[in-house]
């Protein structure tokens, strides 16, 4: 599986928008760039994803460099809510199975 | 509240002992999986099942179990554990041949500690 690179923890003030970096430079033509979240004590909840373009949903964005070797996931005004492990994972696009986390990154928000 | 329902949320057993964790999903997903959680770790792919068969074993030790009777329900055994088998146990779901990227849905997990 191909590799993502993301900081350790972050931390960001209430209703102050969140950029969360990930690098993959290895990313290959068909995976796809998809980001959950897991709260505390909870399981990971999808979050978005995205293949070249840059995506938007209710819940976040997600800006994709042209050659693909980084995105960013934007969250447009932190909540208390959003505090939580955020982890960027490539997935293959020929399958709709495996999905291997990384790390991810500690989200710290303040209020 | 998730739609994927894991019962119980948590175990505590022996290492003698068997036990069965319980994981329910009624999205209409032929994609099962069981994930194995420790603190402050990712998760850890253990299992995948499509169309009740097992698709994916990631060399999970033998004394994990899984069966999927039906499209809807998914469990793992556990027989003769180590408490380095202490951990969070999640289960997810998925469409299979829905749009690719099909996000997977998970429960809140099953917290074991095996004494």
């Known amino acids: 599986d191909a590799k993502t690179t993301q900081p350790n923890s972050m931390e960001s003030n209430e209703e102050e928008p969140v950029h969360l970096p990930c690098n993959h430079s290895?990313?290959?033509?068909?995976?796809?760039i998809h980001w959950y979240r897991q709260l505390p004590s909870q399981g990971p909840e999808y979050v978005i994803h995205g293949l070249t373009s840059n995506v938007n949903n209710r819940m976040a964005s997600l800006a994709i460099a042209e050659d693909r070797k980084s995105s960013t996931l934007i969250l447009h005004r932190a909540t208390l809510r959003d505090a939580a492990v955020y982890y960027c994972?490539?997935?293959?696009?020929?399958?709709?199975?495996?999905?291997?986390f990384g790390k991810g990154t500690l989200l710290t928000v303040n209020p | 509240d998730t739609e994927v329902t894991q019962t119980p949320k948590h175990l505590v057993m022996g290492m003698t002992n068997k036990k069965s964790l319980k994981c329910e999903q009624h999205m209409g997903h032929r994609a099962m999986y069981w994930y194995k959680q420790k603190a402050k770790k990712p998760p850890e792919l253990m299992f995948v099942?499509?169309?009740?068969?097992?698709?994916i074993n990631e060399s999970v030790p033998s004394r994990f179990s899984p069966e999927c009777p039906n499209s809807s329900l998914l469990n793992l055994h556990l027989h003769a554990l180590q408490p380095e088998d202490s951990a969070l146990y999640l289960c997810a779901s998925s469409q299979v041949k829905g749009p690719v990227g099909s996000p997977l849905h998970f429960g809140n997990g099953t917290r074991l500690t095996v004494t």
């Open positions: 994972i490539l997935r293959f696009g020929g399958s709709n199975y495996k999905l291997t």
């Open positions: 099942y499509s169309y009740e068969k097992l698709s």
């Open positions: 290895t990313i290959s033509g068909t995976d796809y």
